[in-house]
């Protein structure tokens, strides 16, 4: 019988077996759903009276409150396992997507999107924890690669498929269908085995020094600087073409996405092979020249073109 390694990695040095397949699909699910109601949030609350600055409030308050969910939800797994997290966390997600389309006030709006938050940030913090363990240690930077292009597929999908869906039947459809693509990755989840817990050494569980170690701490800023300003780009797009006449602005997620499709596999090997700080530092250069394409844009050819720049630089940034 084949053994396991690394704590629970598939055997023979595979990437790719039934769990992380079952991972990979629940993760794309998420995504979509996720990325439905991110891109669509900002116009469905602009379009109920409220300015920008409260729908960049509501957008943003997710991602604040995610960050206490993740380093608890990190914490917790390694407590007491990785699949209630994930259940729990589908499941919420999946009733504050259908809540959205029946809410009638800001407040409420905003509640629900922290809670989304909490949830969401769990929910994607342990698939990451969980995918590791099913990998080897020396193919990581590899199958993150693999394991990172389904969410470029998910965000290359949803938001076209939000806008369609807006388009003919309204944003209630497209909160409904993001509940739906929640329920989904709830389902993988289910069917998913789960890694046994591997409680930490007595007084590691509450020590955050490691943390705080160049090595962590560069790297995650590097990353979290690159979140925080896709998930503006995500959230406003669409009024920021809308405001320039920019017709089919959708296309800036698919073009994006395939560009990352393209290259976040052998983005992955190359850090396996010559070091995280030797692609990240060139991609962070190529993703802020993205950005200022992406801010000069006034046609839908320079859309584009600002997308393309803008995806190899994301994308190799995002799996490390």
């Avoid at 394409?293 to 006034?298: E, P, S, Y």
Wanted: hydrophobic fraction near 55%; include cysteine; aromatic fraction near 10%.
């Amino acid at each position: 019988m084949s053994s396991r390694s690394d704590g629970g990695s598939e055997p023979d040095g595979r990437i790719f077996g039934r769990d992380m397949g079952m991972l990979c699909a629940s993760r794309f699910f998420f995504f979509s759903g996720h990325n439905a109601i991110l891109v669509m949030l900002a116009p469905f609350l602009v379009g109920r009276g409220a300015d920008p600055a409260q729908a960049g409030l509501a957008v943003g308050a997710a991602g604040v409150v995610s960050i206490a969910s993740r380093l608890v939800a990190g914490w917790w797994s390694d407590q007491h396992g990785r699949k209630p997290i994930l259940v729990i966390g589908a499941l919420i997600t999946a009733a504050v997507a259908f809540s959205y389309g029946y809410v009638q006030s800001y407040n409420s709006v905003l509640a629900l999107r922290m809670l989304e938050g909490i949830a969401g940030g769990a929910f994607l913090t342990t698939t990451w924890t969980l995918a590791a363990m099913l990998t080897p240690s020396g193919r990581r930077g590899e199958a993150f690669g693999l394991f990172t292009v389904v969410s470029s597929m998910a965000i290359g999908a949803a938001p076209l498929v939000a806008i369609f869906l807006e388009s003919r039947w309204g944003f209630r459809a497209v909160f409904s269908v993001a509940s739906l693509c929640f329920i989904l990755a709830l389902v993988c989840v289910v069917i998913l085995r789960d890694r046994p817990a591997v409680p930490l050494p007595t007084g590691a569980a509450t020590s955050y020094k490691g943390m705080l170690r160049p090595g962590v701490l560069i790297p995650s800023l590097a990353g979290a600087s690159a979140m925080f300003v896709h998930g503006g780009v995500q959230a406003f797009l669409i009024l920021f073409a809308a405001q320039r006449g920019i017709v089919h602005a959708g296309l800036f997620f698919t073009i994006y996405s395939l560009i990352g499709l393209c290259s976040r596999v052998f983005v992955g090997r190359a850090g396996d092979r010559f070091g995280i700080r030797t692609v990240t530092l060139p991609s962070l250069f190529i993703l802020s020249v993205g950005l200022f394409l992406l801010g000069t844009a006034r046609s839908l050819p320079a859309l584009v073109f600002a997308a393309v720049i803008y995806g190899l630089g994301f994308a190799a940034v995002n799996p490390l």
